[in-house]
C-alpha cells in the first residue's frame, strides 16, 4: 500500500524557516518524481515544486523561486521543501503526492501539514 | 504564466450527468488531469491525460479535451459526487491548477 506522510509543519513567524518531509513507503521511490501542492484555508490547490526521480531536476512556481527548495535522498524514501524567508501568503497545508508518470499527474497525496506564518 | 478557468460552481440533480469545464489557450494541446478533493481530505485522481480513468475510479467519470476547453462528465451523478473539482496541466516546467468547481448534486 502506498503510503505518504508528512511532518514539519508548525507556526513560524514572518520571515523564518520551516523544512517539511515526506517519508514514503509501498512503492519504489526513486521510480517515480515527486511534488508539493499547497491548500491555503479555504482556497484553492497550487502546485508548489517538483522534482526528478534522481533529483537532478527541479522546478518551482515564481512565487516561491529563491525561497523554497526541493530535495529528495532515495536512499531514506524521503522527499524534502526548505521553505526559508516564509510570508503570510505562504500559510497552507502542504501536501506532498508521488507523479504516476513523468511529472504530472499525482496518484497517490499524503493527507498534509499545515503550516501557519504568523507574528 | 499559463492561465485555466473552471467554473466556481456546477450543479446537478441526482442521477443526472454534471459537465465541468477546463478553460485555456490551446489546452487541447496538452495533457489534462483531474482531480476529485472532498472536504477534510487530500486530493484524489480521477482523470489523467485528457480521458484516462486510474484503477478504481467508476466508469461514470470521464473526460475529453479539443480547442480552447477540457471537460470532465460525471455521469449518473450520486451523493457521494458532491466534492471540488479541479483540472491540471503542466506548462513551461510548472504544474498548473484550475480554480476549482464545488460541485453540488441535488
Known amino acids: 500500500e502506498v503510503q505518504l506522510l508528512e511532518s514539519g509543519g508548525a507556526l513560524v513567524q514572518p520571515g523564518g524557516s520551516l523544512r517539511l518531509s515526506c517519508a514514503a513507503s509501498?512503492?519504489?521511490?526513486?521510480?517515480?518524481?515527486m511534488t508539493w501542492v499547497r491548500q491555503a484555508p479555504g482556497k484553492g490547490l497550487e502546485w508548489v515544486s517538483g522534482?526528478?526521480?534522481?533529483?537532478?531536476?527541479?522546478f518551482y512556481t515564481d512565487s516561491v523561486k529563491g525561497r523554497f527548495t526541493i530535495s529528495r535522498d532515495n536512499s531514506k524514501n524521503t522527499l524534502y521543501l526548505q521553505m526559508n524567508s516564509l510570508r503570510a501568503e505562504d500559510t497552507a497545508v502542504y501536501y506532498c503526492?508521488?507523479?504516476?508518470?513523468?511529472?504530472?499527474?499525482?496518484?497517490?497525496w499524503g493527507q498534509g501539514t499545515l503550516v501557519t506564518v504568523s507574528s | 504564466s499559463y492561465e485555466v478557468t473552471q467554473p466556481l460552481s456546477v450543479s446537478v440533480a441526482l442521477g443526472q450527468t454534471a459537465r465541468i469545464t477546463c478553460g485555456g489557450n490551446?489546452?487541447?494541446?496538452?495533457?489534462v488531469h483531474w482531480y476529485q478533493q472532498k472536504p477534510g481530505q487530500a486530493p484524489v485522481l480521477v482523470i489523467y491525460?485528457?480521458?484516462n480513468r486510474p484503477s478504481g475510479i467508476p466508469e461514470r467519470f470521464s473526460g475529453s479535451n479539443s480547442g480552447n476547453t477540457a471537460t470532465l462528465t460525471i455521469s449518473r451523478a450520486q451523493a457521494g459526487d458532491e466534492a471540488d473539482y479541479y483540472c491540471?496541466?503542466?506548462?513551461?516546467?510548472?504544474?498548473?491548477f484550475g480554480t476549482g468547481t464545488k460541485v453540488t448534486v441535488l
Open positions: 503526492a508521488k507523479a504516476l508518470f513523468g511529472v504530472v499527474p499525482f496518484d497517490y
Open positions: 509501498g512503492f519504489t521511490f526513486s521510480n517515480h518524481a
Open positions: 522534482i526528478s526521480t534522481s533529483g537532478g531536476s527541479t
Open positions: 490551446n489546452i487541447g494541446s496538452k495533457n
Open positions: 491525460r485528457d480521458s
Open positions: 491540471q496541466v503542466w506548462d513551461s516546467n510548472t504544474g498548473v
